[in-house]
């Protein structure tokens, strides 16, 4: 089984402080290049950090891009054409020596983008793609993550002051010293739609959930409770964790996309 240890990026802070900038200053890339991709193109999908403050992003929809600036999922996302879904873009950029030497870029490509980077990338969709956007709540079908019949059965962390650690594989989470609202995070991603924490839990626990993810169906829930999709996470969720989705209608941050256009020249 493959498996595939994930983080959790936390954007949208800008560093101004760290670089000795007003809070009217444009955080952006000192150069960076922006490409149609190559059909041709075998290479990986993804965005990679390098030394000197480096950003690589490969085969990446506008959408994609919006979606990685901004920390949204993408059905959080509103607005735009079927272009910015169909067509793929590589992108090369460099931040400023300041910005560098403020110890804010990762030499390991591996390492997600900092905040201040992922700032630096919403400047960059605004200048080349013309990109405007706007926040907004809107209420939508969610689920709501409550406690089953009989109560929770998670297991309290063995070691609440010790390092949290998760990993994930096919149809399986695995977690050691975290939190109710981490794992709504997951169940979010997982079925892609909001989840919101009404279990009342508080404190960190150690589990693992597997479920079927072959069966897993992404059919809107339907805000009369009565949600109309049903696969084996949830019913893994009872069984395992003692824990609930329920469909309901709850306020969703929406990202609303007002413009954008096919990018400029480099």
């Known amino acids: 089984m493959n498996r595939i240890v994930l983080g959790i990026v936390l954007a949208g802070i ?8 007003s809070v009217a200053s444009r955080l952006e ?10 059909p041709r193109s075998s290479g990986p999908i993804g965005v990679f950090t390098g030394p000197g403050g480096r950003l690589t992003i490969r085969q990446y929809s506008l959408k994609m891009l919006i979606c990685k600036a901004y920390t949204v999922r993408e059905s959080d996302v509103s607005g735009g054409q079927r272009w910015m879904e169909s067509t793929t873009f590589d992108i090369d950029a460099k931040a400023s020596a300041a910005f560098d030497t403020a110890g804010m870029s990762s030499s390991n490509p591996k390492a997600p983008p900092s905040s201040g980077m992922l700032t630096m990338l919403q400047s960059l969709l605004a200048d080349r793609f013309g990109l405007k956007v706007h926040w907004e709540e809107q209420q939508r079908p969610v689920f709501a993550l409550v406690e089953a019949k009989g109560g929770a059965k998670l297991r309290v962390a063995q070691d609440p002051g010790g390092d949290p650690w998760w990993e994930f594989s096919a149809g399986v989470v695995g977690a050691r010293n975290r ?3 981490w794992l709504t ?17 508080r404190g960190t626990y150690d589990f693992v959930l597997s479920w079927d993810e072959d069966e897993i169906e992404e059919t809107m829930p339907r805000g009369d409770g009565n949600g109309s999709s049903r696969s084996s996470l949830f019913t893994a969720l009872q069984e395992q964790l003692g824990l609930r989705l329920a469909a309901q209608k709850g306020p969703v941050r929406v990202l609303v996309i007002d413009e954008a256009a096919k990018p400029s020249a480099n």
Do not use: M, N
Request: aromatic share 6%; glycine share 8%; no cysteine.
């Open 29 to 38: 890339f000192e150069v960076a290049s922006v490409k149609l991709t190559d």
């Open 185 to 201: 995070e997951q169940l979010a991603r997982i079925t892609h739609h909001s989840v919101l924490d009404q279990t009342g839990l």
């Open 14 to 21: 800008t560093p101004y402080g760290l670089l000795g900038q």
């Open 179 to 181: 939190s109710i609202p």
